[in-house]
Nanobody, 121 residues
Framework: QVQLVESGGGLVQPGGSLRLTCTAS????????MGWYRQAPGKERELVAA???????NYADSVVGRFTVSRDNAKNTMYLQMNSLKPEDTAVYYC???????????????WGQGTQVTVSS
């Protein structure tokens, strides 16, 4: 199976920065689109940023200019650099990816378990 593991979350003051990392492991053939989602308590999960293997990116309007998504295809890793953090960025951040396993060579969608980001003074 595929495992997506997020790291880098924590508590930060408003205006601060965090860098999230998502690493995919398993018998992976390739990874197509990857994305960061977040879910705040009582709210729906929403797309934060997405990135293709060709490094085409899309961002939620609320994070444009503050967040940067990137990936290292050789490491099966995606990053989210979060700057100028606001209290409304507080959420559990989840990694999502379309992954093809060597055994199947077919695309499947996977979720990580999430990492907590709390922005508070």
């Amino acid at each position: 199976q595929v495992q997506l593991v997020e790291s880098g979350g924590g508590l930060v003051q408003p205006g601060g920065s965090l860098r999230l990392t998502c690493t995919a492991s398993g018998d992976i053939s390739s990874i197509n689109a990857m994305g960061w989602y977040r879910q705040a308590p009582g709210k729906e999960r929403e797309l934060v940023a997405a990135i293709t293997p060709g490094i085409n990116t899309n961002y939620a309007d609320s994070v444009v200019g503050r967040f940067t998504v990137s990936r290292d295809n050789a490491k099966n890793t995606m990053y989210l650099q979060m700057n100028s953090l606001k209290p409304e960025d507080t959420a559990v951040y989840y990694c999502n990816a379309d992954v093809a396993l060597i055994a199947t060579m077919t695309w499947r969608n996977y979720w990580g378990q999430g990492t907590q980001v709390t922005v508070s003074s």
